[in-house]
T-cell receptor, first 109, second 115 residues
Framework: TQLLEQSPQFLSIQEGENLTVYCNSS?????LQWYRQEPGEGPVLLVT?????EVKKLKRLTFQFGDARKDSSLHITAAQPGDTGLYLC?????????FGTGTRLKVLA | GAGVSQSPSNKVTEKGKDVELRCDPI?????LYWYRQSLGQGLEFLIY????????KSGLPSDRFSAERTGGSVSTLTIQRTQQEDSAVYLC?????????????FGPGTRLTVT
């Protein structure tokens, strides 16, 4: 059973466009992380959000944790080809991490 | 400092053979995780170690899969009598279980192909 659903599954956009990726669950998490993974490498942590309603900004990336700590979103402003990769959300419950289904983003120059 | 390392980076094996995958976590990290990733999708939890103990083995797909950790450091994931459905990227991660953020650091993975 997949507890964290991500949407969209695939996204191909032109450089300069904005996009939002969603991560949804019916379960509550103590924290939620977003990772980016490039081919042949392990996922790399982008951000961790802990408090319901929390918003974090990392340059052109904005992350939000839902008020009920069940969902999250990642918004990218003015996407660049370097943003291309697989984006994964992961919900933490005690020691365990539940990963989302992944969103594969391709940004065309 | 050094990150998480895994070996081999690629492994091709024949159906029915046994394989061992190795993970060297970040020094001092007490928690270690194994995941499986198929076709560039999300990660499937396999097993969690705290020190040398594995309090959660719930993700191991079958009794052909086993893992151990020694000295609170290196971990080995063993797959016996490999099947084609075992083909995937096996990822290892470690963290120090500090604070409330529970950040994980991943190795580059081992790509296993069973022919």
């Amino acid at each position: 059973t997949q507890l964290l659903e991500q949407s969209p599954q695939f996204l191909s956009i032109q450089e300069g466009e904005n996009l939002t990726v969603y991560c949804n669950s019916s379960s509550v998490f103590s924290s939620l992380q977003w990772y980016r993974q490039e081919p042949g490498e392990g996922p790399v942590l982008l951000v961790t959000v802990v408090t319901g309603g929390e918003v974090k900004k990392l340059k052109r990336l904005t992350f939000q944790f839902g008020d009920a700590r069940k969902d999250s979103s990642l918004h990218i402003t003015a996407a660049q080809p370097g943003d291309t990769g697989l984006y994964l959300c992961a919900g933490a419950r005690a020691y365990k991490y539940i990963f989302g289904t992944g969103t594969r983003l391709k940004v065309l120059a | 400092g050094a990150g998480v390392s895994q070996s081999p980076s690629n492994k091709v094996t024949e159906k029915g053979k046994d394989v061992e995958l190795r993970c060297d976590p970040i020094s001092g990290h007490t928690a270690l995780y194994w995941y499986r990733q198929s076709l560039g999708q999300g990660l499937e939890f396999l097993i969690y170690f705290q020190g040398n103990s594995a309090p959660d083995k719930s993700g191991l797909p079958s009794d052909r899969f086993s893992a151990e950790r020694t000295g609170g450091s290196v971990s080995t994931l063993t797959i016996q009598r490999t099947q084609q459905e075992d083909s995937a990227v096996y990822l290892c991660a470690s963290n120090s279980i500090g604070g409330t953020s529970y950040e994980q650091y991943f190795g580059p993975g081992t790509r296993l192909t069973v022919t």
